[in-house]
């Protein structure tokens, strides 16, 4: 259950499926570290990156191999998995293996995509596009509820803010809390500064924790988060990912101001 007057609930994994054992050795970590504050853990990782600065970029693994991980993670761990869908053929497929589809923030209004995702039943995660306002995502639910499936989640992952940046307007939390839905921040995403590198997103990972922070103090229902063990080793999103030896430390943090805030 996510949503308020629940625990906070936390989202991580690394960027994309790089490989099994780095993949267990993320979920292993964060189970834990969410296990002894008592916070429920989906793992989150993309087994295809289809929006990647180069066409030389790393992607994953691909459909087939990474819902092959993926379902290997979920079964050893115990936990439910979330992962991106990026065509509606992909829904079904994907839904028969995770337990919650991801809706990429540049996709976000594609009703074919939004309604599929949605007609398999699974709870949905809707990142809301660095180009919309928070009061955009209203229509965003509509295509999703269409379909009878009411178990929507928006996430708040930053707004373009000129070339190679973006912010994050933590006003835009409370108005789609409004909306209905529960409400998730992706503090990773927050500090990316997309294609910042020319041939990739660049990133400021000291930024991820004090986002957090104020993000939890404004009110939030879940905490999405990419760690990596080597962020600088990382295939995709590295500048951006959140080294797995902080994980526990931030989520302590993040927990105490849920509690005072809720």
């Not at 191999?65 to 993926?70: C, I, K, R």
């Not at 337990?99 to 949905?124: K, S």
Request: with cysteine.
């Amino acid at each position: 259950m996510i949503g308020p007057g629940q625990p906070l609930v936390v989202i991580a994994g690394p960027c994309v499926v790089e490989s099994l054992d780095t993949c267990r050795r993320i979920a292993e970590t964060v189970q834990a570290a969410c296990a002894q504050l008592g916070l429920p853990y989906i793992f989150k990782a993309s087994f295809d990156k289809a929006n990647r600065t180069s066409i030389e970029s790393y992607r994953g693994q691909g459909m087939d191999e990474g819902l092959a991980v993926l379902a290997r993670i979920r079964e050893e761990f115990g936990c439910p998995v979330l992962t991106d869908v990026h065509e509606p053929g992909q829904c079904a497929p994907v839904a028969e293996v995770v337990d919650v589809l991801q809706i990429p923030a540049f996709l976000c209004r594609q009703t074919d995509l939004l309604v599929a995702a949605a007609a398999t039943g699974r709870p949905v995660n809707v990142k809301k596009g660095q180009f919309l306002a928070p009061e955009d995502m209203a229509p965003v639910i509509k295509k999703l509820s269409s379909t009878g499936n009411e178990r929507i989640i928006l996430t708040e992952r930053g707004a373009s803010f000129g070339y190679h940046n973006l912010v994050v307007d933590m006003r835009s939390l409370v108005i789609m809390r409004e909306l209905g839905c529960p409400v998730v921040f992706d503090a990773t995403h927050a500090v990316q500064l997309p294609g910042g590198q020319g041939t990739s997103s660049g990133g400021r990972r000291e930024f991820v924790a004090p986002l957090a922070r104020a993000a939890a103090a404004t009110g939030i229902d879940g905490l999405f988060l990419e760690t990596h063990p080597e962020p600088e080793k990382a295939l995709s999103d590295g500048a951006n990912s959140l080294r797995l030896s902080d994980v526990q430390s931030l989520l302590t943090k993040i927990k105490e101001i849920h509690g005072l805030v809720n």
